[in-house]
């Protein structure tokens, strides 16, 4: 009967002993994993601090253009008007010159040398 007795305590400590190297190993596991996870977590963060400053860089990079491009166009509209302003105006045409001979015209002083004058 000791002997039978001895048998199961040396069964117990041994499934005892297995269970624990099992969860030590599972400890070991997870560890791994979530060091992993850590390093996951890790690059992930550097990745959206990267993103946000080449976001940022790249907003400032078009504000930058687009305040370029509206002070060229106000200097190109200043010279604009400044030319525009001192453009003197073409001399107008002469009525002699204004009356050029058109169909209509010649219709119009045909008709008017016809008609007797007061």
């Not at 000791?2 to 560890?31: G, P």
């Not at 979530?34 to 890790?42: F, P, S, V």
């Amino acid at each position: 009967m000791a002997a039978v007795h001895a048998d199961k305590n040396v069964e117990i400590w041994t499934e005892l002993h297995d269970s624990l190297q099992e969860v030590h190993r599972l400890q070991l596991d997870l560890r791994e994993k979530d060091n992993a996870i850590m390093e996951l977590t890790a690059k992930i963060e550097t990745i959206q601090k990267d993103s946000r400053r080449e976001r940022d860089r790249l907003a400032a990079d078009r504000e930058h253009k687009m305040l370029a491009l509206e002070a060229k166009v106000n200097a190109d509209m200043q010279v604009l008007k400044l030319s525009l302003s001192q453009q003197v105006p073409p001399p107008l045409p002469l009525l002699s010159m204004m009356r050029e001979s058109t169909p209509f015209l010649q219709a119009s002083d045909h008709m008017q040398s016809l008609s007797p004058s007061p």
